[in-house]
């Protein structure tokens, strides 16, 4: 059973940069979808970013294209996500997530494990 656990959240000022990391246990974690995703005060839950298993495919929101990267580290079970050139709009509780079927997607639904979220502030 794969469960992931995210960490590295908090507080920093705009043009800052933030890395948040997503520990994984499990065997079978290499062959998972890795994502993240976020959720604003009175928002609904929205994609960030995601990389395939084989991390030969990439995706990110349009929002955060070209600040943020996804990366992943099989060997030691770890998903990162670097982000750089904050805005007080990244202000969110930021959630690592699973999909057993490999891909990376935009999806809620096709991921099955997700992390309790760790919180990331961006003041002005």
């Known amino acids: 059973q794969v469960q992931v656990v995210e960490s590295g959240g908090g507080l920093v000022q705009a043009g800052g940069s933030l890395r948040l990391s997503c520990a994984a246990s499990?065997?079978?974690?290499?062959?998972?979808?890795v994502g993240w995703f976020r959720q604003a005060p009175g928002k609904e839950r929205e994609f960030v970013s995601c990389?395939?298993?084989?991390?030969?495919?990439?995706n990110y929101a349009d929002p955060v294209k070209d600040r943020f990267t996804i990366s992943r580290d099989n060997v030691k079970n770890t998903v990162i996500l670097q982000m750089n050139s904050l805005k007080p709009e990244d202000t969110a509780v930021y959630y690592c997530a699973a999909a057993p079927l490999g891909t990376c997607s935009r999806v809620v639904s096709e991921y099955n494990v997700w992390g309790q979220g760790t919180q990331v502030t961006v003041s002005s």
């Open positions: 990389l395939n298993w084989r991390e030969d495919n990439t």
């Open positions: 499990g065997r079978t974690f290499s062959h998972y979808g």
